[in-house]
């Protein structure tokens, strides 16, 4: 099994907080589509001939900036090429104020089945302040539109960690958002990114980030109320209800192979990492002249256990123990283990199954994969 990620790089507008890449001037959005078509076709060998599609899913970027007619291209052109599974999840995440009843419906009609609608607060301040072009009344809409179409399996995104949200705002936004019959919610702490405007303006002294008390605070609100209203906590940033979880993002904590497209997505093929050029223009060009414009890092053993160390220690599961010692030793593990014992009992469990974090060792889980890695 193996998915495969779609970069759709523009926005009307660029969030404060944003560090994908992104891009304003919609004039390229014709020319990038010619570039993604043919960009599918010089790909069409990345994976094993027997390689079966389980996911596909549409980043960015705003990718419902695309016209329905354009995502159903898109999935025929794939199909082309790729053996997508009978029931592939495809994913399109979508801004509130792009979106109608009808798009949703033309979307479903063309394959689309999933849903990760960027509402990210219920409270029109905070939006104001992220920069974001839609109101609280759109997000609201838009679920209720992709309901009403019949399209079940939706996530909503969450930002908490915001410096102008107290506690008490940032609970009645979760309470909001479990009104609605939504299967997932994926909730991420903000981050100040320095090419960012809000990175700016923390350089200017202009914005102070939350002080880690509160934002643990903010965590284990999170965690307390999602799990009881039935979600299930699987990884740092995400909960789902009872099969529900994101099989595409799975796939990149799982290290299964996938396949990016568009200027700056990345792809694995399990011993190898690639990047396409986060430039559109030289992106395109590069395409129409039928290259690509990749640059490739083969992980060393050292980097791939690395790896499996912090992809796996963000999930609910852990550290799987056999896995580990199936594609790298028992020594090795024994090594890990010894490192984790520095933050037994409070942050981590070790049994027979591997190492797992706890809620209080997600929150510094940074900190304890850096103290496990191999040098």
């Known amino acids: 099994m193996a998915g495969i990620y779609i970069h759709i790089p523009f926005c009307h507008r660029r969030c404060h907080y944003c560090d994908f890449y992104t891009h304003v001037n919609i004039s390229y959005l014709s020319p990038f589509f010619d570039a993604l078509l043919t960009e599918i076709e ?29 995502i159903a291209t898109i999935l025929e052109k794939l199909s082309k090429f790729f053996d997508l599974h009978e029931y592939c999840e495809i994913t399109l995440e979508v801004n509130p104020e792009d979106v109608s009843e009808e798009y949703y419906r033309q979307i479903k009609k063309v394959g689309v089945n999933r849903l990760s609608i960027g ?24 679920i209720e539109w992709a309901f009403n179409v019949g399209i079940e399996n939706i996530s909503i995104d969450l930002i908490y960690g915001i410096p102008i949200m107290e506690n008490n705002l940032w609970e009645s936004t979760i309470r909001t958002a479990v009104k609605f019959p939504v299967k997932h919610i994926s909730a991420y702490h903000l981050t100040i990114e320095p090419r960012t405007t809000f990175g700016f303006l923390k350089e200017k002294g202009k914005l102070k980030e939350i002080n880690e008390n509160q934002s643990w605070q903010q965590m284990e609100i999170l965690h307390n109320l999602l799990e009881d209203e039935g979600f299930e906590h699987y990884e740092i940033s995400n909960f789902a209800r009872q099969g529900y979880r994101s099989r595409h993002n799975q796939s990149y904590w799982k290290s299964v192979p996938y396949l990016g497209l568009g200027p700056s997505a990345h792809s694995f093929d399990g011993r190898c990492r690639y990047e396409n050029i986060r430039d559109l223009q030289k992106y395109i060009s590069a395409i129409n002249e039928r290259k690509l414009a990749i640059t490739a890092d083969i992980l060393t053993q050292v980097d791939q256990m690395n790896e499996v160390i912090m992809l796996e220690l963000r999930c609910k599961e852990g550290l799987s123990k056999n896995r580990f010692l199936e594609k790298f030793g028992n020594e090795r593990y024994i090594e ?13 469990e070790i049994n027979d199954r591997g190492i797992v974090l706890n809620l209080e060792g997600w929150f510094i889980s940074d900190r304890i994969a850096a103290e496990l890695f191999f040098g």
């Open 42 to 70: 010089l790909r069409a060998n990345f994976f094993s001939e027997k390689t079966i599609i389980e996911t596909v899913y549409f980043g960015g970027g705003t990718p419902s900036i695309l016209h329905s007619s354009a």
């Open 119 to 142: 509402t990210q607060s219920f409270n029109n301040k905070i939006l104001h302040y992220l920069n974001r072009r839609h109101g609280a009344e759109h997000s609201v809409q838009s």
């Open 336 to 348: 890990i283990e010894q490192k984790a014992k520095k933050f037994y009992p409070q942050y981590l």
